[in-house]
């Protein structure tokens, strides 16, 4: 039978920067992954000569970023374009938001209340309380949807958006978008596991084999293999779908079960020609949604002379999941896009649309801090780890990802990263 140091489950982006660290260190390590790509949620496709990203994916405070530390600890360097500008589009007209000011202007806000008391506050409640006028509420409601990935103002936490704000403030760098795209990301994670160990595609795990209280290995249709330690980075949401649920205390299962995700509406688009130049982020009011051209910040994803554009709109999961009232969310969204952009229903070469109920692994709200998430170790079970965007970390979004591979390779490793 294989025998491994560590499976991996799942090669989306975070188990990959485990099991590249952990190969690094000399570990042989056998990442498994069900779908016959890599990448998961942020998996880039071939289209047509464009490369695209599965939505947008910028990477907050690009070079000082975790995802950044991670790769340098790997032995490459990651360049970094940063957003350059970032627009509110309401009512026909264009505000431009200067992140570092808006950060510091914003904190002034906290008042004699600290940031940690009021993670359990919601932003409309703190609103509320602050007697906000109605531009301070739009400000601070677009905020919410873009950098804690949460327009739902009566549930997203004030509290950990004054903190990634108060990391904004404190950072040189913005949003920013890797230079050669994500491809040598996955490259270079690929490069360390290969050494000495694998990543085998569509190889779906049906279960965590676990012994006396410890997990020895996983279970596939082709047979079984073992590993001294096993690695799940699959959302927590279905942790349970390959491992026994008697095995750990009901109130995390419960937990990971019921732990919300973000959802929302991707709208992709290769367009031939210049429709608009420059590394600037917009968001919309009207419906609240943001996005990108993506080639702006790096060409060779795009044909010569030809530009990408994606934009995301962030939704309940329910919203989503109706057929008929997300497919008319997506045709509301596509007109005010146009309204933007006049210039790109006839450019458009083709189209993408994404439907999706799980964006990122944990949405940031009142009742789901990042004291709430699950942690990297599995209780009731030995030998087995949690990574991954719903995992651990600060932050919000794809960060809550990248800050759970730092905390999930101490805790395996007892070294820092
Ligand atoms: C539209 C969109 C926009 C986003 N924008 C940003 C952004 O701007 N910035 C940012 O940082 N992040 C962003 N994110 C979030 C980011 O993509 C995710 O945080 C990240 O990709 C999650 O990676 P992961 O490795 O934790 O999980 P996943 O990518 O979900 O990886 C888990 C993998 O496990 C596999 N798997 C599941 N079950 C099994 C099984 N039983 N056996 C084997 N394999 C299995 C899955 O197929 C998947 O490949 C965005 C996400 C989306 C969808």
Redesign the pocket.
């Known amino acids: 039978m294989e025998n491994y140091d560590f499976i991996i489950?799942?090669?989306?982006?975070?188990?990959?920067a485990l099991g590249a660290l952990l190969s690094k260190d000399g570990a042989r390590v056998l990442v498994?992954?069900?779908?016959r790509e890599?990448?998961?949620?942020?998996w880039v496709q071939e289209r047509g000569g464009f490369q695209v990203d599965?939505?947008?994916?910028?990477?907050?405070f690009g070079k000082e970023s975790v995802l950044s530390g991670i790769c340098s600890a790997l032995g490459q360097t990651l360049e970094f374009h940063n957003v350059e500008s970032t627009f509110l589009v309401a009512d026909g007209g264009q505000l431009e938001i200067p992140a570092r000011g808006a950060s510091q202007s914003m904190n002034m806000f906290a008042g004699d209340r600290t940031l940690d008391e009021l993670k359990r506050v919601s932003v409309q409640a703190w609103m509320d309380e602050k007697g906000m006028g109605r531009r301070l509420r739009r400000l601070f409601t677009a905020t919410s949807a873009t950098l804690n990935v949460n327009p739902f103002v009566e549930r997203s936490s004030v509290g950990e958006l004054l903190l990634n704000l108060k990391k904004v403030g404190e950072s040189e760098v913005g949003a920013a978008y890797p230079a050669g795209g994500w491809k040598p990301i996955f490259g270079l994670f690929q490069d360390w596991i290969g050494k000495k160990g694998q990543v085998r595609t569509s190889?779906?795990?049906?279960s965590i084999m676990v012994q006396n209280g410890r997990a020895v290995g996983i279970r596939t249709r082709e047979g079984d293999i073992n590993a001294e330690r096993v690695v799940s980075?699959?959302?927590c949401q279905?942790l349970f779908?390959?491992l026994d649920d008697k095995l750990c205390p009901p109130g995390f299962v419960a937990k990971c079960r019921g732990f919300r995700p973000t959802s929302?509406i991707?709208l992709d688009y290769g367009i031939s020609g210049v429709i608009s130049p420059g590394r600037n982020l917009w968001c919309l009011w009207e419906p609240l949604s943001y996005g990108f051209f993506p080639s702006n910040f790096e060409p060779r994803l795009a044909l010569p002379d030809h530009q990408l554009l994606t934009w995301?709109y962030p939704l309940e999961k329910f919203q989503v999941e109706d057929n008929e009232a997300s497919r008319g969310l997506k045709a509301r969204l596509e007109a005010a896009v146009f309204a933007l952009f006049p210039a790109l229903p006839e450019r458009i070469k083709w189209s993408r649309s994404?439907y999706?109920p799980?964006?990122?692994?944990a949405e940031v709200s009142v009742d789901q801090t990042r004291e709430d998430r699950p942690e990297p170790l599995v209780p009731g079970v030995e030998g087995l780890f949690l990574?991954?965007?719903s995992v651990g970390g600060e932050g919000a979004?794809?960060?809550?990802?990248?800050n759970s591979v730092s905390q999930c390779y101490p805790t395996i490793t007892g070294k820092k990263i």
């Open positions: 489950i799942g090669a989306g982006i975070n188990g990959l498994l992954e069900k779908s890599i990448g998961g949620r942020a599965y939505g947008m994916h910028l990477v907050r190889t779906p795990v049906e980075s699959i959302p279905e779908k390959i929302g991707v995301f994404l999706l799980m964006v990122d692994g990574v991954g965007d979004g794809g960060d809550i990802g990248h």
